[in-house]
């Protein structure tokens, strides 16, 4: 699997996510058991506890999502795409594990496994900048 193809797998599975949370929410606000802006950041979770974390894991794909976009197209833009294509995956694969512990609880023990496979990704994005810089 190569850089892009992972950029593209993370940014379908960003458009999934953000359905999967949001879907239910249509039917809420459209017969008026609830605001529009009941989910407002800020505002206290609305709703069932796996579809806040499932927005939260979602809030943490996002944000890590745009970082290895610049370094996947710029590896491709300077046909350098073989320096990270192998690591590409492992980052795929960490953020897999963050969003499933996520899913499943909150607990200290698995806030240390989402930890874990967050600096996983981070390292990765490292290693991949060093070898394009």
Do not use: C
Not at 23 to 39: F, H, I, K, Y
Not at 68 to 81: E, I, N, Q
Not at 87 to 103: C, M, S, T
């Amino acid at each position: 699997m190569t850089g892009i193809e992972t950029l593209l797998l993370l940014a379908g599975l960003a458009v999934v996510m953000a359905l999967a949370y949001a879907g239910p929410r249509v039917p809420a606000v459209l017969t008026g058991s609830q605001p529009a802006d009941a989910w407002t950041r800020g505002n206290a979770p609305v709703g069932p506890g796996l579809l806040t974390r499932l927005q939260h894991a979602h809030y943490n794909l996002l944000e890590t999502l745009p970082v290895f976009a610049v370094v996947v197209l710029v590896a491709a833009v300077t046909d350098r795409s073989g320096l990270i294509d192998g690591l590409a995956p492992y980052i795929l694969f960490a953020r897999l594990i963050q969003i499933a512990v996520h899913l499943i609880g909150t607990s200290f023990p698995l806030v240390l496994v989402r930890a874990t496979a967050f600096v996983v990704q981070m390292v990765l994005l490292l290693i991949m900048l060093s070898k394009l810089i």
